[in-house]
């Protein structure tokens, strides 16, 4: 019989509880064994759901308490010297202080690991460290504990590991400069304890996830598949090597190839490689079908899927496996909680869970095709389909008809950098080395309880107003007081930089409850685009010309880019991500042109997912760099030379993109760099970036407040590779997650460096 198994699911609870669990021990409210059970309860609960749901073989070891490759980090004794601890025994306060940083205590004022994207997604992971003289121990028993757990609880488990080559692949290395791939033979013996273990558990399947088989490989990686994989046959266990996120291209053969049992594609990302895998794949192996969508929110197809599952079990029988594409980490937990959803728009989606039972569904259609259940669910699956082709909501003829009538000019500036910066200058009157920040000041209890109140109902709009005006004018009042050059009005009223604006954009739609984790214990609800996107009015016209009202001091309008709006969305599936870009393009550029008539100098667009949305293969680069360059442009050329343009950047390798990112032609652009230490900046020095540049100096995803000589050197770094004239001194990102007395005293030392390079610059002319 054909098998239903899941990669991976969401580890936050329906509720956020381990959001909530996390948050409260890092703040002394909740004891270690508190959290370690609710940790057990989620596992719990999310293992029965999934069996529930008809799961037949449950993922164990998706869970995290900050991310899954940092889990492995401590698994395999990858711990920075600044972080091990005296007895060389890492705990949870290890863990959080690698993800974290800590200002005192044990590690001594440590800052984190560099954290970033993981492949293209919005998900973050925090980026092991490895070094030339690298020794590998398993050191963290938590893949075994949860082992005992889920079968203590007469489940049926799959643990998930990441592979040794994604591993190693998505490492960095620290202090000699040396080839990953020299650390392959030290680590493989782990891998093998590690199996032998769980196959003492009694466990008989292992999920090995090796994505990095969907991109374009070095030779040295591929040849390093085969050597590693042959060393691992010899290790118990039966083993899955799970690839998704794309299509494996030319390492299908090598995929297929490997000495495991069995082998996951992603069809919902690269339906074109099911025929060759098929041709290509041993007689005695397992083939798992990626056939229901684990990055997006609409109903599976059914039909359409099961066309394939079909084909596959004549050619397969019960070496067929049904499966998510990926990991449904990406997903939020479960649509029923829904309960505001019109009803329509509701039945058109699935989360997590509703995707377990899509996969259980196509099992049993495969299985037992006139089964009354299954008739039901594909006749119902056909009308969603139908509904959804059909719904005058999804289609407006006027967005269209402007989208038809964009002309190259209107993605251009009316005059190169050089001659509108000489304007900009003159207008903006700022000294060397502006300082700024990245838009967002800290999201206080009261500002949250203040804008649910109104959601409510319970706070009328003028006292809503009232008291998000308040607290922009004491975000107002810090930034002078603290001597910041560029100011912001510290977006109280945003509950996230997507969500506010798609709030007010046409063709979007809201969940309650459709959260999903970004990192650690920050979680987002990403908007759901179902239809044709348009602007019915002014966006932050009012907030940002209150805040501008009460000091003389330059104030920033802030926006979120087309390319971030549709990457941290939940995109439609029946237009292409260029259309929906530029849709919301043209929305944006008319917020853009509303601000500058309302006297405002400088507008930051941010477009922090640029580099995120870049295809993982090569080949598709060009194209996508084209449309997401020109979506900007869409959005940013209608103003005059003096109205300045800001964009940010999150985590990112800009070396792939740097041109891509000048041919944006923004005048500022603020990027992460700090936990890099300024290492990012190598693209800038290698490129030449002709704008004004802004690298962050402190890194905002810890509570560690930097000194004024750390953010000093820094900035020396940054200038040898940007001259002085176009540096701009900000943090990393916005401040939204921290809280007001880390943030002044960061922002002050910030100033504080700021004053003395720019007294050294005037000693040295």
Not at 3 to 9: K, T
Not at 279 to 284: E, G, T, V
Not at 390 to 405: E, F, N, Y
Request: charged share 25%.
């Amino acid at each position: 019989m054909a098998l239903a198994h899941n990669l991976g699911f969401p580890r936050i609870g329906r509720n956020r509880e381990l959001k909530k669990a996390m948050e409260a021990f890092w703040k002394g409210e909740l004891d270690e064994a508190g959290l370690q059970a609710v940790g057990r309860e989620l596992r719990a609960a999310h293992w029965q759901m999934q069996k529930d749901a008809g799961i037949e073989l449950l993922p164990v070891g998706d869970f995290a308490w900050y991310d899954q490759v940092l889990t492995h980090s401590l698994t395999f004794g990858v711990i920075p010297e600044r972080f091990r601890p005296h007895d060389g025994q890492p705990t949870l306060d290890t863990l959080f202080a690698m993800a974290r940083g800590v200002s005192s205590g044990c590690c001594g004022g440590a800052h984190a690991q560099e954290m970033t994207k993981w492949f293209d997604t919005n998900y973050h992971y925090l980026v092991p460290e490895l070094s030339v003289d690298q020794q590998f121990e398993l050191s963290w028993e938590q893949l075994f504990d949860e082992v005992e757990e889920a079968k203590a609880l007469g489940h049926a488990v799959k643990p998930v590991v990441i592979g040794p080559l994604t591993y190693l692949w998505l490492g960095k290395t620290k202090g000699a400069d040396f080839d990953k791939l020299d650390l392959l033979d030290r680590l493989l013996p782990l891998y093998g304890q590690i199996f032998q273990r769980l196959a003492a558990q009694g466990v008989e399947w292992v999920q090995i996830d090796e994505p990095i088989l969907v991109l374009d490989l070095p030779l040295g990686w591929k040849s390093a598949f085969e050597r590693a994989y042959n060393l691992l046959q010899k290790e118990p266990l039966k083993k899955l090597v799970a690839t998704y996120f794309g299509g494996l291209e030319d390492n299908l053969g090598l995929a297929a190839g490997l000495p495991v049992d069995g082998l996951h594609i992603d069809l919902v990302r690269a339906p074109e490689q099911y025929p060759t895998i098929l041709d290509r794949l041993p007689a005695y192996k397992v083939l798992s079908l990626g056939l229901v969508n684990g990055r997006n929110v609409w109903r599976c197809d059914l039909e359409r899927a099961l066309a394939v599952a079909r084909h596959a079990h004549e050619r397969l029988g019960a070496r067929l496996w049904i499966a998510p594409s990926c990991s449904l980490l990406h997903s939020p937990v479960d649509l029923t909680s829904e309960d505001k959803l019109d009803a329509e728009l509701k039945g058109w989606l699935a989360f997590a869970l509703q995707k377990c039972q899509e996969v259980a569904l196509l099992v049993r259609a495969v299985e037992q095709p006139d089964a009354d259940d299954v008739v039901l669910a594909l006749a119902e699956s056909r009308s969603v389909q139908d509904s959804r082709a059909a719904s005058p909501r999804i289609h407006k003829p006027a967005v269209q008809a402007r989208l038809a009538a964009i002309k190259p000019a209107d993605s251009q500036r009316h005059s190169v950098f050089a001659e509108r910066i000489v304007k900009q200058r003159a207008c903006l009157h700022l000294p060397e080395f502006p300082t700024t920040t990245i838009g967002s000041f800290p999201q206080t209890p009261a500002i949250r309880l203040a804008r649910q109140s109104f959601k409510q109902g319970k706070l009328n709009e003028a006292a809503y107003i009232e008291a998000m005006q308040s607290e922009i004018r004491h975000a107002v009042e810090v930034q002078e007081r603290l001597g910041l050059d560029v100011l912001v009005h510290g977006e109280a009223e945003r509950n996230d930089m997507v969500e506010y604006f798609a709030e007010q954009i046409d063709g979007y739609a809201f969940t309650r409850f459709g959260w999903v984790q970004s990192y650690g214990s920050r979680c987002v609800k990403p908007a759901i685009i179902y239809g044709d996107l348009s602007r019915p009015k002014p966006m932050t016209v009012d907030w940002i010309t209150y805040a501008q009202s009460l000091t003389d001091k330059v104030m920033k309008g802030m926006l979120t880019g087309p390319v971030t709006m549709l990457m941290w969305s939940f995109p439609r599936e029946d237009v292409s991500r260029e259309v929906q870009a530029r849709q919301l393009a043209l929305a944006i550029r008319d917020e853009v042109l509303d601000l500058e008539a309302a006297g405002i100098r400088i507008v930051q667009i941010d477009e922090a997912a640029f580099r995120e949305g870049l295809p993982l293969r090569q080949a598709h680069w060009a194209h996508y760099l084209r449309w997401a360059t020109e979506a900007f442009r869409l959005t940013a050329s209608s103003v005059r030379d003096e109205t300045q343009i800001h964009t940010h950047m999150c985590y990112s390798e800009f070396n792939d993109v740097i041109e891509a990112i000048a041919a944006m032609d923004a005048d500022v652009i603020t990027i992460e760099t700090s936990r890099s230490d300024m290492e990012l900046l190598e693209a800038f020095e290698k490129f030449a970036y002709p704008n004004e540049i802004g690298p962050g100096v402190y890194d905002i995803h810890s509570p560690r407040v930097p000194t004024q000589e750390e953010i000093v050197q820094l900035i020396r770094k940054a200038e040898l590779r940007i001259p002085p004239e176009r540096l701009w001194i900000n943090p990393d990102c916005g401040l939204k997650t921290r809280g007001w007395p880390e943030t002044e005293a960061a922002l002050a030392n910030m100033v504080a460096a700021a004053r003395e390079l720019r007294k050294e610059l005037a000693s040295h002319p």
